[in-house]
Nanobody
């Protein structure tokens, strides 16, 4: 069982930046591929970014490519999402997720463990 705790959400003006963190309770963090997803009111949860267990490969949704960066620090059991040039349409609850075998994944069904989410609100 892996517990995930997100932090770093908040209210920011359009064009601003936020960095989300997700701390994992496992001694084998590098064995898990990690992902960030988000869900806006009235919408389904959607993929944002993912990183392999080693951190060597990353993938992004087209809507955030060039603005968001996913990274991880395996020594700290933490994955990050740096969000720059934020837009009002980025407003959502952001969730981190973990899946075994260290592989990345772009679909939520591939993930076994989820955090409780952190709210990001971007004002225009």
């Amino acid at each position: 069982q892996v517990q995930l705790v997100e932090s770093g959400g908040g209210l920011v003006q359009a064009g601003g930046s936020l960095r989300l963190s997700c701390a994992a309770s496992t001694r084998t963090f590098s064995n898990y591929g990690m992902g960030w997803f988000r869900q806006a009111p009235g919408n389904e949860r959607e993929f944002v970014a993912t990183v392999t267990g080693s951190g060597s490969s990353t993938y992004y949704a087209d809507s955030v490519k060039g603005r968001f960066t996913i990274s991880r620090d395996n020594a700290k059991n933490t994955v990050y999402l740096q969000m720059n040039s934020l837009k009002p349409e980025d407003t959502a609850i952001y969730y981190c997720a973990a899946r075994p075998l260290g592989v990345a994944g772009t679909t939520e069904y591939a993930y076994n463990y989820w955090g409780q989410g952190t709210q990001v609100t971007v004002s225009s």
